[in-house]
């Protein structure tokens, strides 16, 4: 054998080795976390603490001054001047819901809401769960100037939910996380719409024509097939949600509204992903190599053609939900909840929890979630429309229902919108606080009472289920 021949020979035989460097070894259980939804929770969970923390401490005041501080950004005489407090509910929550809507359309076209079938039960949940938390807290606040306050209990936070629903570990049966799931993102579309409805004043109708002209250049692109995310970016960002961020509607929805025009659809199916690389596959396996770890002009071309039958068969769509994903999940939410729950509270508890508003959120996230939600499903179930989610029972169902009740992120971003003056909105943050955590902890207890009560031969099916998956 000639040199050249044993040094083939012997990439041949190292062609799995890879070279593990330094900086792969630190990022590896980074990126394990940044894929991991539950540990969001827990994060979120974390600036919660801290926020309080801080809010309380000697330092509170520089708590309070730096959420203040404004930035402005301009170009010639146009300019936005807001606090950093604004520039984070209005900003950066817009990435949030951009990806609520992305995840919205996801789920429509091929997920678990894609069928009516998979639908019914979490949509007709969600419904539930929305309009009893609403007619509770209106019960304690119809006709006072605080029952604008009716869509703070609406809302579910699926981060939070998650990370608590992720401390009974794997007994949990996967479909009640799906349908956990599925729920939170039709009460998410609830939300959006009833902000959109009913917590935007002041209207600009010309800054929303102009909103207008950029959704449907988004719209436009989408039908002529363009791809290209930067396309989407700019015209969303600097048209549709600076549009929208001086018209008065709440510039988030923005976010949402871009996210119906990404492209959710491939150039090329999976069979002719795997045509095209077997044969790209093939011509780089037949073109001579160079020397060390550098490769030649024509295979350079190889694999940029892979990247572009890659980039072929991922549908934008996707992959700006994988890509925002953590970004929201490990930078904005947990932003959001340190700047907006840092309550002072050096008051009496008592009194800021047993007012109207107080009452209202409590009593609605915690019992008119757990009333809304099984009453609805039980509807459907009855009716035939639904089935139950797999290997669960009523008991477990409540428990899910109960813990729907965890409505931070948004029941927050709601409380802002609703209440002017700061010291009911500082008694709505605190009773959404006691409301999700005591809701968290009865809704955790409960499901897993309930498991333990499951069929002998229900829970032997799905530790099979297990293995074999």
Not at 188 to 202: K, P, Q, R, S, W
Not at 226 to 236: D, P, Q, S, V
Not at 264 to 278: D, L, S
Request: proline share 3%; net charge neutral; with cysteine.
């Amino acid at each position: 054998m000639t040199g050249e021949e044993i040094r083939k020979e012997k990439e041949k035989i190292n062609y799995n080795d890879e070279k593990m460097y330094l900086i792969d070894r630190f990022l590896a259980p980074v990126n394990n976390l940044l894929r991991n939804k539950p540990v969001s929770g827990i994060l979120l969970f974390i600036a919660v603490i801290v926020a309080l923390i801080w809010a309380n401490s000697d330092y509170a005041e520089s708590y309070h001054h730096l959420w203040e501080t404004h930035m402005r950004i301009g170009v010639g005489n146009f300019e936005i001047d807001k606090s950093l407090h604004h520039w984070i509910n209005d900003g950066l929550m817009a990435i949030f819901f951009f990806v609520v809507g992305l995840e919205i359309k996801r789920e429509i076209m091929g997920g678990d809401l894609s069928t009516w079938r998979k639908a019914s039960l979490p949509a007709a949940a969600a419904v539930g769960g929305m309009l009893f938390p609403a007619l509770i807290y209106l019960v304690f606040n119809f006709g006072s100037e605080t029952e604008a306050g009716w869509g703070v209990p609406m809302a579910t936070d699926i981060a939070f939910t998650l990370g608590v629903l992720s401390l009974l570990g794997k007994k949990v049966p996967i479909s009640l996380k799906l349908f956990l799931t599925a729920l939170a993102i039709v009460d998410d579309l609830g939300a959006v719409l009833v902000i959109a409805f009913f917590y935007t004043e002041n209207l600009l109708l010309l800054y929303l024509e102009y909103g207008l002209v950029f959704f449907i250049l988004l719209a436009v692109g989408n039908w002529i097939g363009i791809r290209n995310t930067a396309y989407y970016a700019i015209i969303g960002i600097c048209g549709l949600w600076v549009a929208f961020l001086l018209s008065g509607v709440h510039a988030t929805i923005a976010g949402v509204l871009s996210a119906m025009t990404i492209p959710a659809k491939t150039k090329i199916n999976k069979y002719g992903f795997i045509h095209q690389v077997r044969g790209l596959l093939k011509k780089l396996k037949a073109t001579p190599a160079m020397v060390g770890s550098f490769m030649s002009d024509e295979q350079h071309e190889i694999i940029e053609d892979l990247k572009e039958v890659r980039a072929k068969v991922e549908p934008p769509l996707q992959k700006l939900e994988y890509a925002l994903n953590p970004i929201v999940s490990f930078f904005v939410l947990p932003l959001f909840a340190l700047s907006n729950a840092g309550i002072n509270l050096d008051v009496n508890i008592w009194d800021a929890l047993t007012n109207n508003v107080s009452l209202g959120i409590i009593c609605g996230l915690i019992l008119g979630k757990m009333l809304g939600i099984v009453s609805f499903s039980a509807l459907f179930i009855k009716l035939g429309i639904s089935d139950m989610p797999r290997n669960t029972n009523w008991g477990i169902l409540t428990g899910a229902a109960i813990m729907a009740g965890i409505g931070f992120t948004m029941s927050i971003f709601i409380s802002n919108l609703a209440f002017d003056d700061p010291e009911v909105n500082r008694q709505s943050k605190m009773a959404i606080l006691f409301a999700s955590t005591l809701a968290g902890i009865i809704g955790m207890l409960t499901i897993n009472y309930f498991i333990k009560k499951l069929p002998i031969e229900k829970k032997q099916k799905k530790k099979k289920a297990v293995q074999n998956a």
